[in-house]
């Protein structure tokens, strides 16, 4: 099945820093969308993506849709403490139609530690 | 209420209970899905209902069955559970013509002793 590479892992950095992060795949994806999750919460979805070459903003938080179709980039700026949390890409791969179109390949995701 | 409410947030279910979680989304969503969530690993999908209809079983066990009596409403029932099947159960719901923006509510974290 489809497979979403997110890195890093994760990451420490200090307040204020920029922040960034991707997500890559072996085969092309149609839609790319970003989601943060805090401890005990479903997650949250904070951008969408549609088009190659897209990009958007929500706040402080930028997203890329990757002219390859493969990957995707989160940046973060200037960090605040709240921004803790594990942000997940997911995508809808090109090959989904019909009955398998309503599902979203998941990444593992990136945790981010924000140090005050 | 707004957004997708589950309830209930944490369950401790013995392998021979039978239970149920309950999803409610207030968004008039038409789509609505069950995800397990586990440790290290990604969201696994379960379950989708679209219009009430069951469009995808991506093969989950006969342990879990899920309800969808109308478009706001989704459950899962369980019987005989596993203690693997310990994890997060995510609901989540999206509008037609746009299901890949899809919203989660909280969760509920299930422990099988």
């Known amino acids: 099945g489809q497979q979403l590479n997110q890195s890093p892992q994760s990451m420490f950095i200090q307040e204020g820093e920029d922040v960034s992060m991707n997500c890559t795949s072996s085969s092309i994806f149609n839609t790319w969308l970003w989601y943060k999750q805090d401890p005990g919460e479903g997650p949250v979805l904070l951008i969408a993506l549609y088009k190659a070459g897209e990009l958007t903003s929500n706040g402080r ?8 179709r493969k990957d995707s980039f989160l940046n973060i700026s200037a960090s605040i403490p709240s921004d803790v949390g594990i942000y997940f890409c997911a ?26 | 209420e707004t957004g997708v ?14 239970k149920s979680l309950k999803c409610e989304q207030h968004l008039g969503h038409n789509a609505m899905y069950w995800y397990k969530q586990s ?8 379950f989708v209902y679209n219009f009430k ?6 093969s989950v066990p006969s342990r879990f069955s899920p309800e969808c009596p109308n478009s706001s409403h989704l459950f899962l ?10 994890a997060l159960y995510l609901c989540a719901s999206s509008q037609g013509g746009n299901f890949y923006e899809q919203y989660f509510g909280p969760g509920t974290r299930l422990t099988v002793t």
């Open chain 1, 61 to 68: 938080l930028t997203a890329q849709f990757g002219i390859t």
């Open chain 1, 91 to 116: 995508g809808q791969p090109r090959a989904a139609s019909g009955a398998g179109s309503y599902q979203l390949t998941f990444g593992k995701g990136t945790k981010l530690s924000v140090i005050p």
């Open chain 2, 5 to 18: 409410t589950q309830t209930p947030r944490h369950l401790v279910m013995g392998m021979t209970n039978k």
């Open chain 2, 39 to 46: 440790a290290k690993k990604p969201l696994e999908l379960m």
């Open chain 2, 53 to 58: 209809e069951q469009t995808e079983n991506n």
């Open chain 2, 77 to 86: 029932h369980l019987h005989t559970l596993q203690p693997e099947d310990s």
